[in-house]
């Protein structure tokens, strides 16, 4: 019982930070910031992918999100420097905003009456599991298996993002060129 | 002990083929020496692409029984392997546009292998069978072609419409994405097959999660009101690249769209029938009139595309094995008219050395007969005038439409087509009718490069949309095959 | 050991997909919109996290793996294309960019 | 090679024009290679008059060819008849204006002589075509060398001019798509062979309204002044003279014959409309500032004549009309070379500029007086002989729509006779010189021809009202569509299996039949039965489809 108390405490406390840090990430003058509480997002969902039974996950959010890609964020960011600031919601509210605010909920409250109407009972009753369940092992296992086609595209994607980032980068280097010519 | 899934090579060849010719080619881009870099990366991607149009022929004869394989991760069917085709038959042509286009060598070794790598992505993303294969495939091609976007930094725009292209692709994918999650939430599966054998109609869950996959595909097909990244990724990419985008990417998205919707929501039909006949409606009512106003040629275009997707999905709401040959044959003459139309756009844009508008087309057609007479020929075809396959493509849409009972949305094309007659005709009239002297314009100055193969793309655009019209029968048999692989 | 329904983490989902979605229609820096779009994608992640719980077996957890790798390949993308634009001294709000127009 | 004829009439022109667009000949081969082949084309269907059996009502010169089988559409070609005479006017108007413009000399003459060429073939095409979908084809792509022709060739108000073609024929031709996409699925074919009969009112106006904006009718014509003014002549005396009687054929072949109910429903609006763009075309005509002015409205006020007869929907009218087709458009087409020949001398087409043209120009005045004349339909002239068959056909029909026929013949010879005397007679005008010479050798060459042809007519108009329609065949195929029961006798013809013999059987038998067919003049598809005196029962099928305008097949049997 003590035990439900605690994990319900958790998920209390993780579901507001994340909730928090995706509300500061969007409303947030500077990027810098914004990316900041980008990682405060990430890990408190890290947390809660530990409470659905996803080791595997939660330590990849923490490695890969947590770990590169934010600090790619923050690097590309300081070297902006102060260009990238812009004052959000300046010059009060368009009319295309008001129209994607109100779109925005529209689709957010029949999302949850949708959820709200499955839930009838049938999301509360959990599979059973396994201990292993999420485990590296069993992830790792997968991807070799059911999911190989999946694993190997992944690799691909990557690698063609990585060739973007190169031309990309070729890009600014190149102008440097082209100014000092 | 693990045990590897059965992996068939053979339905895979055609991605492994541009697969391959892309890893080639960035090693070239390394190897090989600048001068003959260009040459030798656009034979090379030319090879791949038409490696993978032979492999999508092999397999297209030899799969007359659908099935899903490696762990039921993709499909081997006609479905998945006449989709290939028409990709890597774009691929040839797009390689063809490209070839005279003047890239700085230094990318000209990755611009290639970046073209060969989408058309991988589309081929493997046509045949997806699950959703998690279906939104790897998505990003695949997608990221590609965010950067061939980008790549030309000669080219006022290339970045910005890269940078609009990947925000508004990334929304949608995201939207798909959550689509999916939503999907398996209310089924517990990913696998296409399986969805449709676990889905209840009334599912809530399930039917949002329908919602947002359409309109995740929608992004992708640039259909209304999913479109507004269009005109200007169109107009700010390299005309090439236009090309291509404006053709394979609306074969696989359009393609694809039809399987999921057919394999993975049967029972949901009653729904995303009428939610498609709507974005086919909104399509061709903003992609017409929006077209009506337009100066640029390349935006003028992408709004022509914009319509045309509308035009396609109208065989998709249909929901019937006619419309699925519908869409299958009015995909062939449309990739050849949109790449042809771009290729000239991009002979004209090479000459000028400034972006096309219709200002500047004047006189077009009597300094180049060759290329006037056949942007004539696309732009009759877009408006669906016969002696194309333009005007086929229409009426089996049309006639899809009419078999589902919606007799309505053949009116809703009429009108779009009517409207449809101003602008493209209104470039037939600027090639053709004004003088330059008339609009006081300075002559383009020189003779252009001699393009041996742009003009060869432009013929094959040509062969193709006027030979589709006079070849229908063994093209609809190759349709027919293929749309026998849709649960329809 | 019970914790909440997988309901309340599908509503987080929810709310953290439409956050995102919210910060990429108002917002006008690249960068932010960059980092609302990861935003997005998290809900996803979650969504699909919590659902593999329902149902007991790990697609769920593989898909979000994949779809990490996806994100970052589009941030890569993306900030590669951010970097280069204020290198050619443009100006990084979407609404400001009107060089393509009719 | 009979079985070819139409397919050879089809495709000889646009093979040349491919020729001439693909091969560099220099200017003035473009043009004689051309004329030479729409000599060679007018051979062909010489050949093919030769060759048609007129005691026959069906469909000869036949080719059908599977273009795609899932939707039953077939590349199907074949004449009837009047399409016989209709494909012989478009190869004749066609040779006369390409050896026109061949004369003239035209800018950029390969894509010029190309697209003329290209124009005759699609028109022989939708005059022969015998699958809707091949039909609409052909119908289709006559508008794309009309386009560029008029929008490349034109004057100076040619973009105008062009765009609201466009717009028009467009918008009429794309609703016909969809009833054609409509009506053939309902049946599963597109053969016009095989499609039965429909009563579908929609379906009928979608064919309706783009027969009537490319004929065009009254209040469809806002298109016609602009481009028949804009236009290069040769181009003018196309589109009046040829292509405008498309529409009236598309009436013929597939409105009527397919819809009779809708036809009789709709007939009396067609019939006012008809009336009305007869009358204010001919006042128009009247009042037209210029010569090509008067011909324009002169023909809008022809093509609701022709639409009379036509809907008429009886034996005279179907003959007066088609022959009213040929004797219009040789008659508008040799007219709009005149004007281009005087435009060509006084640089103006303005008739108060114009005048005393007959001085000293015997050749000109000698031929715009006969052609002028036979247009208004003087008696013993062709188009005395067609008016009067079509008036004739209304009579029976509503004798005011005849009162108002005749009065438009009135009104025809007012502009007409004001036509020629304000170009030949009055005094000089000032954009006429002295010296503007004559006729030469090269237009006389061009335009002796067709006013030969309608003297020719003129003698002997039977040839074309008396070999339109054949006479009746018995193996026709013939569908029941039971439109009226005289007697209750159709219920009887259902439920008892008779065995029928063709023929009346009887004189008493014959009788009877004539009585139901001078009662019923309108009736056009169907079959009836009656019962004779001696208990015989007589069996009148009515045809209207499948291109015959109405005959009869007789049959008896044993009651």
């Not at chain 1, 947390?47 to 959010?61: D, H, M, P, R, T």
């Not at chain 2, 290339?158 to 994918?173: D, I, N, T």
């Amino acid at each position: 019982m003590a035990a439900n108390v605690l994990v319900w405490c958790i998920w209390v406390i993780a579901a507001f930070a994340c909730l928090a840090s995706a509300v500061a990430v969007v409303s947030f003058r500077n990027p810098f910031f914004s990316a900041l509480a980008l990682i405060g997002n990430l890990a408190s969902l890290a947390v809660l992918y530990l409470l659905l039974g996803g080791e595997f996950v939660a330590a990849a959010q923490v490695l890969v999100y947590g770990g590169a890609v934010m600090v790619m964020f923050l690097f590309v960011i300081a070297y902006l420097g102060d260009r990238t600031e812009e004052a959000p919601w300046a010059g009060g509210p368009s009319w295309q905003a008001v129209g994607t605010v109100l779109a925005a909920g529209a689709i957010l409250v029949e999302v949850i009456v949708a959820i709200g109407l499955t839930t009838g009972g049938e999301l509360t009753h959990e599979h059973h599991i396994a201990r292993s369940f999420g485990s590296p092992e069993h992830i790792g296992r997968l991807f070799l298996t059911d999911h190989l086609l999946a694993f190997e595209v992944t690799s691909i994607v990557l690698l063609v993002a990585a060739v973007g980032g190169v031309v990309l980068g070729h890009h600014a280097r190149a102008n440097e060129a082209d100014a000092r010519a | 002990m693990i045990h590897k899934p059965h992996v068939d090579w053979f339905a895979l060849s055609p991605t492994l083929a541009l697969l391959a010719a892309a890893g080639v080619l960035l090693l070239m881009a390394v190897l090989v020496p600048r001068p003959w870099r260009k040459a030798s990366s656009a034979l090379v991607c030319g090879a791949g692409f038409a490696a993978a149009f032979v492999f999508a022929v092999l397999l297209a004869d030899k799969s007359p029984h659908g099935h899903a394989i490696v762990a039921d991760a993709m499909f081997r069917d006609r479905w998945a392997a006449v989709a290939s085709l028409i990709v890597a038959g774009c691929g040839i042509v797009a390689v063809l546009v490209s070839y005279g286009e003047r890239w700085r060598e230094l990318h000209v070794g990755e611009y290639y292998a970046l073209l060969a790598s989408a058309g991988a992505g589309m081929a493997f993303f046509v045949s997806a069978s699950n959703l998690m294969t279906l939104f790897l495939g998505l990003e695949w091609f997608s990221i590609s072609l965010y950067i061939l976007c980008a790549i030309d930094y000669d080219l006022v725009g290339s970045l910005e419409a890269g940078l609009k292209y990947l925000v508004v692709g990334a929304v949608g994918s995201a939207t798909l994405l959550f689509g999916s999650a939503l999907v398996y939430g209310g089924t517990g599966q990913l696998d296409f097959d399986k969805i449709a054998a676990a889905g209840h109609t009334h599912d809530p869950l399930l039917v949002v999660g329908l919602a947002m996959v359409i309109a995740g595909l929608a992004f992708k097909s640039s259909a209304a009101p999913f479109h507004m990244w269009t005109p200007d990724a169109y107009q700010g990419a390299p005309t090439p690249v236009t090309a291509f985008m404006s053709s394979a990417t609306k074969v696989a998205a359009l393609v694809v769209t039809y399987r999921v919707l057919a394999t993975a929501f049967p029972h949901e039909a009653r729904l995303w029938t009428w939610a498609v006949a709507g974005i086919a409606i909104a399509s061709i009512a903003i992609g017409n009139v929006a077209a009506l106003t337009q100066r640029n040629v390349k935006r003028m275009l992408a709004y022509s595309s914009v319509s045309h997707a509308g035009f396609m999905l109208i065989p998709i709401a249909a929901a019937n094995a006619l419309g699925a040959r519908a869409l299958v044959y009015y995909l062939i003459p449309y990739c050849a008219l949109s790449l042809g139309a771009f290729a000239i756009v991009a002979a004209r844009e090479r000459e000028l050395g400034a972006p096309v508008t219709l200002d500047n087309l004047a006189g077009f057609a009597w300094e180049r007969p060759f290329y006037g007479a056949a942007m004539a020929t696309f732009m009759f075809g877009f408006l669906g005038f016969p002696l194309t396959g333009g005007f086929v493509g229409k009426f089996y849409a049309f006639a899809a439409a009419y078999r589902h009972g919606w007799w309505w949305l053949i009116v809703v094309g009429v009108a779009g087509t009517i409207v449809s007659a101003a602008y493209y005709l209104g470039v037939v009239r600027a090639m053709y009718m004004r003088d330059r002297m008339e609009l006081q314009l300075a002559p383009a100055g020189g003779s252009p490069p001699r393009d041996l193969m742009l003009g060869a793309g432009v013929a094959l655009c040509v062969a193709v949309s006027v030979g589709s019209f006079f070849a229908v029968q063994p093209l609809i048999d190759v349709a027919h095959a293929a749309a026998k692989s849709l649960p329809l | 050991m019970h914790g909440p329904d997988i309901s309340w983490y599908i509503a987080l989902a929810v709310i953290l997909f439409a956050t995102g979605s919210l910060g990429v229609l108002l917002r006008r820096s690249p960068l932010i919109i960059l980092l609302s779009v990861e935003i997005m994608l998290n809900g996803a992640n979650l969504a699909l996290i919590a659902f593999a719980r329902r149902f007991g077996h790990e697609d769920g957890q593989v898909f979000a793996v994949a779809v990490m790798a996806i994100a970052a390949s589009e941030v890569v993308v993306g900030l590669g294309l951010i970097v280069a634009m204020s290198r050619r001294n443009l100006e990084l709000d979407v609404d400001k960019l009107r060089t393509l127009r009719g | 090679m009979n079985a070819w004829l139409t397919t050879i009439l089809i495709f000889l022109p646009v093979a040349g024009a491919l020729a001439i667009w693909l091969l560099p000949l220099p200017r003035h081969w473009a043009g004689s290679l051309a004329t030479l082949v729409s000599l060679v084309e007018v051979g062909f269907w010489i050949l093919s008059v030769d060759r048609f059996d007129f005691g026959r009502s069906t469909l000869q010169f036949e080719q059908r060819q599977t273009w795609f089988r899932d939707l039953g559409v077939s590349y199907h070609v074949g004449q009837f008849g009047f399409s016989l005479w209709l494909v012989g006017l478009t190869t004749v108007v066609g040779a006369a204006s390409v050896a026109y413009a061949w004369w003239a000399g035209r800018d950029r003459a390969r894509a010029y002589f190309g697209l003329m060429l290209f124009l005759t073939g699609a028109v022989v095409g939708v005059f022969t075509a015998q699958d809707l979908l091949v039909f609409y084809a052909f119908f289709e792509a006559m508008l794309i060398p009309l386009y560029v022709l008029i929008g490349v060739w034109g004057g100076a108000g040619r973009l105008a001019a062009t765009l609201k073609f466009v717009v028009y024929t467009v918008a009429g031709s794309l609703l016909m798509l969809a009833a054609i996409v409509v009506y053939g699925l309902q049946q599963g074919t597109f053969d016009l062979t095989k499609l039965d009969q429909s009563s579908n009112k929609w379906l009928f106006l979608g064919f309706a309204v783009a027969f009537a904006v490319k004929a065009p009718l009254f209040p469809f014509h806002g298109w016609l002044p602009d481009a028949y003014r804009e236009a290069p002549p040769e181009v003018a005396a196309m589109l009046s003279g040829v292509v405008s009687k498309a529409a009236a054929y598309g009436f013929l072949r597939i409105a009527i014959t397919k819809f009779p109910g809708p036809t009789h429903d709709f007939r009396i609006l067609i019939l006012v409309l008809a009336s009305i763009g007869l009358v204010y075309g001919s006042l128009l005509a009247f009042r037209a500032p210029d010569i090509r002015g008067v011909i324009a409205y002169s023909s809008l006020g022809q093509m609701g004549l022709i639409t009379l007869g036509v809907f008429a929907a009886n034996d005279l009218g179907f003959d007066g009309a088609v022959l009213q087709m040929v004797n219009h458009g040789l008659i508008s087409a040799s007219l709009f070379l005149l004007a281009a020949m005087i435009e060509r001398r006084a640089a103006t087409g303005e008739l108060s500029l114009l005048g005393g043209f007959a001085r000293g120009r015997p050749a000109l005045a000698t031929i715009l007086m006969t052609t002028g004349v036979i247009a208004l339909a003087v008696p013993l002239s062709t188009a005395f002989a067609g008016e009067f068959l079509i008036l004739a056909g209304l009579f029976q029909h509503f004798w005011a729509y005849a009162v108002v026929g005749a009065a438009a013949i009135v009104l025809a010879a007012m502009y007409m006779l004001r036509l020629i005397s304000a170009v030949l007679h009055e005094r000089v005008g000032p954009a006429v010189s002295e010296a503007a010479l004559d006729l030469r050798a090269g237009e006389l060459a061009v335009v002796v021809p067709l006013v030969l042809i309608l003297l020719g007519l003129s003698a002997w108009p039977n040839a074309i009202s008396g070999h339109s329609f054949g006479v009746a065949s018995a193996d026709a195929a013939i569908k029941s569509t039971l439109v009226e029961t005289p007697g209750g006798a159709n219920e009887l013809a259902l439920a008892s299996p008779l065995d029928w013999h063709v023929g009346a059987g009887t004189n008493a038998c014959a009788a009877v039949g004539d009585k139901f067919l001078n009662a019923h003049p309108d009736l056009l598809g169907g079959t009836h039965v009656m019962r004779c005196p001696g208990g015989r029962f007589l069996r009148l099928q009515i045809h209207g489809s499948g291109g015959l305008a109405r005959s009869v097949v007789y049959g008896w049997a044993a009651g």
